[in-house]
């Protein structure tokens, strides 16, 4: 069977960027810049993008492209003993990442309705958590389904199943010519909108205000790293299936350079709209942006809904910058299933069609236990552990068996032939020493504070079995999977530097 392949360079970058650019490009890096000494913390981040982010995005699409195969398949061909590390990156993105963040779709899709009418009422924070969510005292105490988010929760794996069952060209590709310009014209007017606002310019000024003492903190780098790592889909073996789907001629070098840029360039174009308002906020209520900007969750769900009360038109504009989210969700959910049928596709030779369906369904009820009372609670545990030790962790191993199991040398020689800039030996030394160095520090960073104490506070037990446990077992599984005979000849093909 013939393999899918996009129609268009301009099509894979779409899909490319639909899922690097989600939820975390619009809150989190405007946050970390504001934490961070504002316009300095560009300093470290373009220092990462450029010494990290780049090159293992070039090595994700350069080894899907020269081994022609999604993860497992392409580390089967460089070894076999190792293909099991792309079985557990998609893994735990599949029966991991993409339960609870469906889920957090679903919130700003629950949101997106509610901004017609204000429905969160006076008390945005009193709202989110203790109705909308009902969040419990502890992820032990799981209660009862929510319904609201389990009727959006429907909707959400509705539209990824329509989307990747209809397979690369009629379906990833065409959803996401649509999806992309369509967040770029959202998010362009919230930005225009924003800057209109009574005391906007305070807030973007606390955005981008630069404090350069903050680049003598550790923790600076750490994050800017952190940040580039997860907002690339690093780590995830969505880059490596979708550069698989690439004609023979394609521009890998020009490819990883535009994802990589036009993904860091919404998230500091989006920080506009999202500091503007805070210093809106800010200026209504005479406090100051460090009162009313929160992190992560809280911005999106309780200090913007806040400010949407406040601001005339306000209805209107909560309903884009929650559409807004809805749509960067989207693509990056449908990514991930995307990696995970590839893989399952490639070995086991399975009808897309009825996989999709039985992911899909299955997806759904695994991401039933997030919308409980405990949701909250269990996503901030799953995500903590599948982040900071599964993606990290792959992307260590994926630098070791690319830079010194495979023939880097000679991936370098494939990418170079059929990519405008030209990679040299810093390419080499990048991916074989620095990148796996700086993501070792992250780790063992991490791994400190684990043993210090439990995260979060949660206790012993709920880590254990939660976190670390749901990990393991995505481990378990990539070994099954991994050990598993092979139903195509696909793994025995070489790759094209071969041919």
């Known amino acids: 069977m013939a393999r899918e392949q996009w129609k268009s360079q301009l099509g894979f970058l779409l899909a490319a960027v639909g899922s690097a650019i989600g939820l975390g490009n619009i809150w989190r890096f405007s946050y970390l810049a504001y934490e961070h000494g504002g316009g300095a913390f560009l300093v470290p981040y373009l220092v990462a993008l450029f010494t990290a982010g780049i090159p293992l995005l070039i090595l994700e699409y350069g080894i899907g492209h020269e081994r022609v195969g999604s993860a497992p398949l392409a580390y089967a061909k460089i070894s076999k003993r190792w293909e099991w590390l792309g079985w557990w990156a998609v893994l735990f993105v599949m029966f991991g990442i993409v339960l609870y963040y469906t889920v957090v779709i679903a919130w700003c899709l629950d949101y997106f309705v509610l901004s017609f009418d204000l429905g969160w009422g006076d008390d945005p924070n009193g709202y989110f958590f203790k109705r909308f969510l009902q969040v419990s005292g502890s992820p032990a105490e799981i209660g009862e389904i929510r319904t609201p988010v389990l009727a959006a929760l429907a909707v959400v794996w509705l539209i990824n199943w329509a989307v990747v069952y209809r397979g690369v060209q009629r379906g990833i590709e065409l959803a996401n010519k649509v999806l992309m310009p369509t967040l770029l014209a959202l998010i362009v007017v919230l930005v225009a909108w924003s800057l209109t606002l009574d005391g906007a310019g305070q807030g973007i000024a606390a955005y981008l205000e630069p404090d350069f003492s903050r680049l003598s903190d550790p923790k600076v780098w750490i994050d800017a790293y952190s940040q580039i790592f997860f907002t690339l889909s690093l780590g995830f073996g969505i880059m490596i299936a979708y550069a698989s789907y690439l004609p023979r001629r394609a521009d890998i ?19 506009f709209a999202v500091f503007a308002v805070l210093g809106f906020m800010a200026q209504a209520q005479g406090k100051a942006i460090g009162d009313v900007a929160s992190q992560s969750i809280g911005l999106a769900f309780v200090a913007y809904p806040k400010a949407v009360s406040l601001m005339p038109g306000g209805n209107l504009f909560g309903a884009l910058f929650f559409l807004c989210l809805v749509v960067a969700g989207i693509s990056s959910a449908v990514s991930i299933i995307e990696a995970f049928v590839a893989a399952m596709v490639d070995k086991f030779g399975v009808s897309r069609q009825k996989l999709v369906t039985l992911l899909s369904v299955l997806g759904f009820l695994g991401s039933i236990v997030f ?23 792959v992307g260590i191993l994926e630098c070791f068996v690319v830079g010194w199991l495979f023939n880097l040398p000679q991936l370098r020689r494939h990418i170079n032939r059929v990519s405008s800039v030209r990679l040299g030996g810093w390419w080499d030394f990048l991916i074989k020493l620095f990148v796996p160095g700086v993501l070792a520090v992250i780790l063992a960073g991490d791994l400190v504070n684990e043993l210090s104490k439990p995260y979060g506070d949660y206790g012993w037990a709920a880590v254990i079995l939660i976190g670390r446990d749901w990990l393991l077992l995505t481990l378990v599984g990539a070994f099954v999977l991994a050990c598993r005979p092979w139903r195509t000849g696909s793994h025995e093909e070489g790759g094209r530097s071969d041919a």
Not at 373 to 389: E, N, P, Q, S
Request: aromatic content about 14%.
């Open 253 to 271: 070098t020009r490819g990883a350079l535009l994802t990589a840029f036009i993904n860091s360039g919404f998230s500091l174009f989006a920080g």
């Open 371 to 393: 919308t409980t009372r405990a949701g909250l609670l269990w996503l901030d545990i799953v995500d903590h552990f599948v982040t900071h030790y599964g993606l990290v962790l």
